[in-house]
């Protein structure tokens, strides 16, 4: 703090004792380590309020970057997720008419039902409508 050697506080300390007195030296030494204790604690108080500030600039510079580097993989995956949508969009799209022309059905018809026999198709509309399928012949 001070650059005051040895020799130095021996000088004041003599000063003091002649300029104060033997009676009053011992309090006004008490009162001066107790000024000297409070002021050591404000300047360690004033230091720690300094680094917590720095810490918590850095902490909010910590935090913008993580939630630009949040933003920027959040719009990654939005655009990728939306670039394969639509090209799963347009071979849906491309498969669709594809699969009315091999069916060789016209649009009207049920894609689902193909063409089937007298029996078969009675065997399914049983089915769809909940009963049980029929017993099969035993011989």
């Known amino acids: 703090m001070f650059d005051i050697g040895f ?24 009162t001066l380590g107790h000024l000297f204790g409070r002021m050591q604690r404000y300047v360690n108080d004033v230091k720690a309020d300094i680094a917590r500030e720095m810490e918590l600039e850095e902490l909010r510079r910590l935090q913008s970057s993580v939630e630009d580097a949040a933003r920027s993989i959040q719009s ?36 689902a039902a193909p063409a089937q026999s ?3 198709r009675q065997l399914d509309l049983a089915l769809e409508a909940g009963a049980p399928p029929p017993a099969a012949k035993q011989g």
């Open 76 to 111: 990654s995956v939005e655009r990728d997720f939306n670039e394969a949508k639509s090209g799963l969009d347009e071979l849906a799209a491309a498969a669709d008419p594809a699969a009315q022309e091999q069916a060789g059905a016209p649009a009207a018809a049920d894609p």
């Open 118 to 120: 007298g029996g078969a």
């Open 7 to 30: 020799s130095e506080l021996l000088v004041i300390a003599i000063v003091a004792l002649i300029v104060i007195g033997p009676e009053r030296l011992p309090r006004v030494a008490r």
